[in-house]
């Protein structure tokens, strides 16, 4: 961010101490692209991911883009025949955030599941 594009941050009606409410940055991942499912990462997903197992989808929670973007790999690998769980579809995931797509198969579990963090 340059020194023009400075986010701008509003606080009102505050009487001092600690600014209560939220506090919205505008400019925060506005020049970066959102992820769209291209035809390399769903040939690397057909290779990792196994149609044996059910399959999980997750996103880090509160992440618009990373919601948007297990979307679109969840709607890829129900075209591509893959037993998706719709119940379990884009559960927000806990722990460290991280960025890109983890693929997890627990040996011996019957699921297996995508994890999508941040851009």
């Known amino acids: 961010m340059t020194e023009n594009e400075r986010p701008m941050v509003a606080s009102y009606f ?10 919205s940055i505008e400019k925060l991942f506005l020049d970066a692209p959102d992820r769209v499912l291209d035809s390399a990462a769903k040939e690397k997903l057909l290779q990792m991911v196994p149609r044996s197992r059910e399959i999980l989808i997750a ?9 948007n973007y297990a ?3 969840f709607e890829f690998l129900v075209a591509s025949g893959y037993n998706v769980s719709r119940d379990g579809f884009l ?12 693929i997890d ?8 599941c995508v994890h999508v963090g941040s851009r």
């Not at 505050?14 to 506090?23: D, F, H």
């Not at 559960?91 to 983890?102: D, I």
């Not at 198969?105 to 297996?112: C, D, F, K, L």
């Open 59 to 67: 996103h880090s929670s509160g992440d618009l883009e990373g919601f």
């Open 14 to 23: 505050q009487s001092g101490g600690i600014t209560a409410g939220s506090v």
């Open 91 to 102: 559960q927000p995931l806990g722990g460290e955030p991280f960025r890109g797509v983890q």
């Open 105 to 112: 198969v627990p040996p011996g579990s019957e699921r297996a």
């Open 71 to 73: 979307k679109q790999i």
